[in-house]
Nanobody, 118 residues
Framework: QVQLVESGGGLVQPGGSLRLSCEAS????????MGWYRQAPGKQRELVAG???????NSGDSVKGRFSISRDDAESTVSLQIDNLKPEDTAVYYC????????????WGQGTQVTVSS
């Protein structure tokens, strides 16, 4: 099965930037979607940004203009550039991959903590 390893989280001051990366390994093929979700304490997990196999992207309203997602299929990675961080961006960020062949399966990374605080 596909395994996901995230990196790049940490503590950053408001207004700062981070770049999260997720590397997929294993039978990485027929990946229809790669994305990032986040979950803050006491809140539901929410989609931050996603990118399809054709390169179409979408992002949540709260992060539009500040977060950008990219994928490198040759390296089996998906990255999330986060700019102008706000305290409300504090959460555990999870990488997600949807594989649609031979069966439809969602894979999740272990999560990486992002804390925005002065």
């Amino acid at each position: 099965q596909v395994q996901l390893v995230e990196s790049g989280g940490g503590l950053v001051q408001p207004g700062g930037s981070l770049r999260l990366s997720c590397e997929a390994s294993g039978p990485v093929y027929s990946i229809a979607f790669m994305g990032w979700y986040r979950q803050a304490p006491g809140k539901q997990r929410e989609l931050v940004a996603g990118i399809t196999s054709s390169g179409e992207t979408n992002s949540g309203d709260s992060v539009k203009g500040r977060f950008s997602i990219s994928r490198d299929d040759a390296e089996s990675t998906v990255s999330l550039q986060i700019d102008n961080l706000k305290p409300e961006d504090t959460a555990v960020y999870y990488c997600n991959v949807l594989q649609n062949y031979p069966t439809r399966v969602n894979y999740w990374g272990q999560g990486t903590q992002v804390t925005v605080s002065s």
